[in-house]
T-cell receptor, first 112, second 113 residues
Framework: NAGVTQTPKFQVLKTGQSMTLQCAQDMNHNSMYWYRQDPGMGLRLIYYSASEGTTDKGEVPNGYNVSRLNKREFSLRLESAAPSQTSVYFC???????????FGDGTRLSIL | AQSVAQPEDQVNVAEGNPLTVKCTYSVSGNPYLFWYVQYPNRGLQFLLKYITGDNLVKGSYGFEAEFNKSQTSFHLKKPSALVSDSALYFCAVVPGGYQKVTFGIGTKLQVIP
């Protein structure tokens, strides 16, 4: 019962490096989401995908790009990492575009 | 613009006592409202949602929430708290339709044995 799987679980980057966070779901959900969680800020939506082949910006998209590779996978890319992007990143999926139902366990990203 | 407020950073309750975690919202139109729980080093788990219908919504693990339109509130409740309920709780809101969910900043629930 995998649900939503995120890789990696932890990562340390240097400023300016790039990396891709991977997310896959096995529940045949149409919608997928990327959030970041910061202390005192709750969860903020970075990007979401209402269906395969579509993506849209959320509340805090600057510095990120996404790819909805297929129905299962939704990746988040940091092209040039900045210390302000140090955060915990969560991927989520849902069977409706405005109802994230299942979350992965997160990727803890530190940028030095 | 939509917003959600969780006015308490932390709620402490004795095991066996009833618990309430508060949430108020601001949104145009009819809201969809959600509660999630997060345990340490884990993702959020969906507890319950209000879309329409009965104002009292029952969810997972014995939790329930009451939608109050006049007070724009959606408080989470449980009749008898367990130590295992200790976690971070998030309220979320979205206007009806295909728009983006807004989360509160979370309330830490501490159940004291």
């Amino acid at each position: 019962n995998a649900g939503v799987t995120q890789t990696p679980k932890f990562q340390v980057l240097k400023t300016g490096q790039s990396m891709t966070l991977q997310c896959a779901q096995d529940m045949n959900h149409n919608s997928m989401y990327w959030y970041r969680q910061d202390p005192g800020m709750g969860l903020r939506l970075i990007y979401y995908s209402a269906s395969e082949g579509t993506t849209d910006k959320g509340e805090v998209p600057n510095g990120y790009n996404v790819s909805r590779l297929n129905k299962r996978e939704f990746s988040l890319r940091l092209e040039s990492a900045a210390p302000s992007q140090t955060s915990v990143y969560f991927c989520a999926s849902g069977d409706r575009s405005n109802q994230p139902q299942h979350f992965g366990d997160g990727t803890r990203l530190s940028i030095l | 613009a939509q917003s959600v407020a969780q006015p308490e950073d932390q709620v402490n309750v004795a095991e066996g006592n009833p618990l309430t975690v508060k949430c108020t919202y601001s949104v145009s139109g009819n809201p969809y409202l959600f509660w999630y729980v997060q345990y340490p080093n884990r993702g959020l788990q969906f507890l319950l949602k209000y879309i329409t219908g009965d104002n009292l919504v029952k969810g997972s693990y014995g939790f329930e929430a009451e939608f109050n339109k006049s007070q724009t509130s959606f408080h989470l409740k449980k009749p008898s708290a367990l130590v295992s309920d200790s976690a971070l709780y998030f309220c979320a809101v979205v206007p009806g339709g295909y728009q983006k969910v807004t989360f509160g900043i979370g309330t830490k629930l501490q159940v004291i044995p």
